[in-house]
């Protein structure tokens, strides 16, 4: 299905896409977005042998899919399957890596928003770490005085649509939000230990320090320039 459906509209992605283009919020900042990505994690149904690595927290079996959408609240792209325990950034590296995957690629001055649990390599444009970043933490009508906080808030504003689109899509097909199995007492009685997990999304931690040593400085500059601009906007 993927190769058919989940895919861009235009993989040249010439056009700017509407919200953006019609938003004095985002134009000019975030003039080369072209979507967002992030991971999710959907219970599933396997085999008891397989299951292990596919346990979360609250002991429920889940797979780690990582997805793109547009702003119109299409996906893009699905990569579906790995175990839950399967970081964000090692699902994203090999979807890159792995040309069978076909993921649609931002082409030169463009770039997919991404959080703190994705390097910034090209074509990816992530927050700055340490700094707040869900809007949630911020106050109504607060003044942000800080750079890297307006651009976070505005990044953070943007990238949503990609949280957006899961709900309406766990919301259309119910059965993702409870997938029928085993008993929650029966699956958690046959796993008591921890699992390898990300950083919360937009907090700094060590783990997303870790990630940070592989952006690269296109990106960076690409950032710098995007929190300038805004900057000189709110002056």
Known sequence: ???????????????????????????????????????????VIIPDEEQHPYYN????????????????MK????????ERSAHDMRIFLN?????????????AGKYYLVDSGYPMRKGFLAP??????HIPEFQPYEVLHRPEERYNYLHSSLRSV????????KNKWKILRNMPGKSESSKTSKYTGGTSGHSE?????????????????????VRDNITASICADHN
């Open 128 to 133: 700055y770490k340490g700094e707040r970043y």
């Open 75 to 82: 996906f893009t792209f699905a990569c579906v399957g790995w």
């Open 162 to 169: 990609i949280e957006r689109t899961f709900g309406v899509w």
């Open 201 to 221: 999304r937009g907090h700094y931690d060590a783990e997303a320090h870790a990630i940070s040593i592989l952006d690269e400085p296109e990106m960076k500059q």
């Open 57 to 72: 927290r609250k002991g429920i079996i889940t797979t780690n899919c990582m997805c793109a959408c547009d702003f119109d």
């Open 1 to 43: 299905m993927a190769p058919d459906i989940i895919k861009p509209a235009d993989r040249t992605f010439q056009d700017m896409p509407e919200p953006i283009q019609h938003s004095s919020r985002y134009l000019p900042h975030f003039k080369g977005c072209i979507g967002a990505i992030d991971g999710v994690h959907i219970p």
């Open 95 to 107: 979807c890159l890596n792995n040309e069978s995957d076909n993921f649609p690629k931002a082409p």
